[in-house]
């Protein structure tokens, strides 16, 4: 009985050290390679999570979510990038893969204006990447709601 016992409490003791080891399911990606963005990409759709449609009327500086719709994303492996919107209005960027995160791995990027070097540029925007495969990927941007966090998710399809 007390061999049981003793065979027991080690077996247990090994389960609890191997899921207190074990990395916890997150849902943000981490590190994820810098090529997994390069090429041309479609936002395809803007959804929410603990927010309402509608609660943000400005991304980016620039416009409501919805007006990103349909629009292409152009990354080059240097960083370089331009996004375009489906109204035509396009914005020059410069981006980057961020691992620091305590949210994850993040995608950021800078809005670069004629003249700008993005070493001058000091702000920008960051979002959460929840899936980055290669031909498809989730980001998103987190947004204070009271004493928590709800997300604006832009789902985005490899165009090339």
């Not at 979510?65 to 080059?76: D, H, I, M, N, R």
């Not at 000091?122 to 980055?132: H, K, P, Q, S, V």
């Amino acid at each position: 009985m007390k061999k049981l016992f003793q065979t027991s409490i080690a077996i247990l003791s090994i389960l609890f050290i191997m899921s207190a080891c074990s990395s916890q399911k997150n849902t943000t990606s981490s590190n994820v390679s810098r090529g997994k963005f390069v090429g041309t990409w479609t936002l395809n759709n803007v959804s929410y999570d603990g927010l309402v449609q509608n609660a943000v009327q400005n991304v980016f500086d620039q416009a409501p979510p919805e007006a990103f719709v349909g629009s292409t994303w152009k990354l080059t492996n240097s960083g370089n990038g331009l996004y375009t919107l489906a109204n035509g209005a396009s914005q020059t960027i410069f981006w980057s893969v961020y691992n620091g995160g305590t949210t994850g791995t993040q995608f950021q990027f800078k809005k670069l204006f004629e003249g700008d070097k993005a070493k001058n540029v000091t702000e920008g925007y960051r979002l959460d990447i929840a899936n980055a495969d290669g031909s498809a990927m989730t980001l998103k941007s987190p947004v204070a709601v009271g004493n928590g966090t709800g997300y604006i998710i832009y789902s985005f399809s490899k165009a090339q």
